[in-house]
């Protein structure tokens, strides 16, 4: 999308970019999956594909391939929403599902939360919807694409599968993959 609209800068992500390659040498995030759940109208279709590409970007940034990157959107009609008791005019609230890996430092903690930040502000914070949004991280062993064990992080393999932005070499990868 070229709407100057929706344009955004990710430069907060700059500082996770380069502490993520200068001091780990792997990115710290995997499989993440965004998930809005807002009241009816509050998005619009642009607005939407602009949360999603923004996202993809942060994540891209940091070496993932762009397929590993999910956004699900679920309006919700005033009798299907409540905060604090009451049908809100305007709510959305985000979870984060992050897989594999952690924000494991309040530095990191901190830049992706501002990369966050300038992605949604933009576009909710005009039209005064309230937001909220929590992180829930699990284990990489916990985690599979197409039914496959993922390939390392930074590995040949994954390289490959961001080239590709798809699973590759599945045979292969599932004759690897230990069975009972």
Not at 65 to 74: A, D, L, M
Not at 93 to 114: G, P
Not at 117 to 131: H, M, S, T, Y
Not at 157 to 180: G, I, R, S
């Amino acid at each position: 999308m070229n709407d100057p609209q929706f344009e955004i800068s990710l430069s907060s992500i700059t500082p996770l970019t380069l502490y993520t390659f200068s001091k780990r040498k792997r990115p710290p995030l995997i499989m993440p999956k965004w998930v809005f759940h807002h009241t009816a109208g509050t998005l619009t279709p642009e607005e939407k594909q602009c949360i999603a590409q923004q996202m993809t970007q942060i994540y891209t940034s940091v070496g993932l391939p762009p397929f590993y990157c999910h956004v699900h959107f679920f309006e919700l009609g005033p009798e299907n929403i409540y905060a604090g008791g009451e049908n809100p005019p305007a709510l959305t609230t985000l979870s984060i599902y992050h897989i594999a890996r952690a924000l494991d430092s309040q530095e990191i903690q901190n830049f992706f939360f501002k990369a966050v930040d300038d992605i949604l502000r933009p576009i909710l914070k005009p039209k005064g919807v309230e937001w909220e949004l929590g992180i829930y991280e699990a284990s990489r062993e916990l985690w599979r694409v197409n039914g496959l064990i993922a390939p390392p992080t930074g590995s040949d393999m994954e390289k490959k599968w961001f080239e590709a932005n798809a699973v590759t070499d599945e045979e292969e990868l599932l004759k690897a993959q230990p069975h009972p």
